[in-house]
């Protein structure tokens, strides 16, 4: 195998947003074990070594060639000597043992499962193996626990959202959503976002953003949207936020806080027959019912704030990281999900596209689908 470092690798930016990462991914050995030890970072609160991995598999996802020995890494961006380490490992063995260590532990088989159900994150997850708990089964029969809401819906409809959702099926239901948001507002906006704009072809979630083209007129939209949801049978589950936004309060830099847009959380009935490809398909005997419950969230800012949550909304989350990071180090500016601000000239920069952020921060646009990162 040649050996000899790309020409491009001299030039790979250690931010994300200054790469092009499609969803074609020619080191997926590599990142996969990288991936799987940030989790596990994640689930210690090793936050240092967490992001580090991710920084890795980020800048590894991004090459265009497979990687074939440690000399092509040479004079890469963000690949430490713990990375290079776990890289060695996989080139001269085939497998990770440090990776394979981690998946047969204990605490990481449980976290990993209990943070899989809608609604329980780290910290729950960590309650419940503490107090021995180690199954699906056990949680839902150990009377003491105490389920929220969210978290019942994410045990009874467990199964199917916990099956990948196909571009397939993310596409049945912009069709339906959109069918939905017009039948109540002709003139709304609505994208898709998250990683299916992004060109992925599975996903875990589908998520959309709508506005008004008018300022405020948003308001009321995304609980009427809900409510005509409701009306035709297949809102499953919602969790709705109101908004929170203040505009007084711009700009924020809690980075991977949540933002403050009027937003939901949904699990939706997705008809069988409804999915392109699957029409009068012979349905597969076990599963019957014809129809499956897809997680869905909804985005509602207001249409001056549109590009920018279009912007966070569609990732990959590495690539917002790095977005905000760049903002930060290289140009002196706070972005998050509702605005730019510069600190130098101490304001709010305003954008109405994708295209006007990127050239604020001095960057080259990047495409939706070149954002995998
Ligand atoms: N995001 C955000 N603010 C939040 C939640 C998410 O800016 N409060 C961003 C980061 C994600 C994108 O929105 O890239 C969509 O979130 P998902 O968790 O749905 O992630 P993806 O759509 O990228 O992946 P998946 O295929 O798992 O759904
Ligand atoms: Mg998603």
Redesign the pocket.
């Known amino acids: 195998t040649d050996c000899s470092p790309p020409n491009a690798v001299a030039n790979v930016s250690q931010y994300a947003c200054q790469r092009r990462t499609t969803t074609e991914n020619h080191n997926k050995i590599f990142t996969d074990v990288m991936e799987e030890l940030a989790e596990s970072s994640e689930f210690n609160e090793s936050k240092g070594p967490c992001l580090a991995f991710r920084q890795a598999a980020s800048v590894l996802k991004s090459l265009p060639s497979a990687v074939h020995c440690l000399e092509a890494i040479q004079g890469l961006p963000c690949l430490g000597e713990h990375t290079k380490a776990v890289m060695e490992e996989i080139l001269t063995f085939g497998r990770s043992f440090k990776v394979e260590e981690i998946r047969c532990d204990e605490r990481y088989q449980a976290l990993k499962l209990f943070t899989s159900v809608f609604g329980v994150g780290p910290k729950t997850a960590e309650k419940w193996y503490r107090r021995g708990l180690r199954s699906l089964k056990e949680i839902l029969t150990e009377p003491n626990i105490q389920l929220n809401r969210m978290q019942r819906a994410g045990f009874l409809y467990y199964s199917d959202i916990s099956k990948a959702v196909s571009k397939a099926e993310a596409k049945a239901l912009g069709c339906i959503i959109e069918e939905t948001v017009h039948w109540i507002a002709p003139d709304a906006i609505l994208a898709l ?4 704009r ?1 060109g ?1 072809e ?4 589908v ?1 959309f953003l709508l506005t008004m083209p008018e300022m405020g007129k948003e308001e009321g939209l995304l609980l009427h949207v809900i409510d005509r949801l409701r009306d035709q049978g297949i809102l499953l589950y919602c969790e709705y936020q109101g908004s929170t936004f203040d505009v007084s309060k711009l700009p924020s830099c809690r980075f991977e806080d ?2 403050s847009f009027q937003k939901c959380f949904l699990i939706l009935r997705l008809e069988q027959g409804q999915v392109e490809g699957e029409r009068g398909l012979q349905r597969d005997p076990g599963d019957s019912r014809g129809w499956r419950a897809v997680r869905v ?1 909804l985005v509602a800012p207001p249409v001056d704030r549109y590009a920018f949550a279009l912007l ?6 590495q690539f ?1 990281r790095d977005l905000r990071t760049f903002a930060q180090k290289e140009r002196q500016m706070l972005l998050d ?1 509702h605005a730019l601000y510069d600190k130098t000239k101490k304001l709010c920069l305003p954008a109405t596209t994708e295209k006007d952020i990127f050239a604020h921060l001095g960057l080259e646009y990047v495409e939706p689908w070149q954002r995998n990162a």
């Open positions: 976002t998250g990683g299916f992004r992925k599975y996903g875990h979630d998520d949540m933002d969230d966070g909304w569609t990732g990959s989350r917002g999900n």
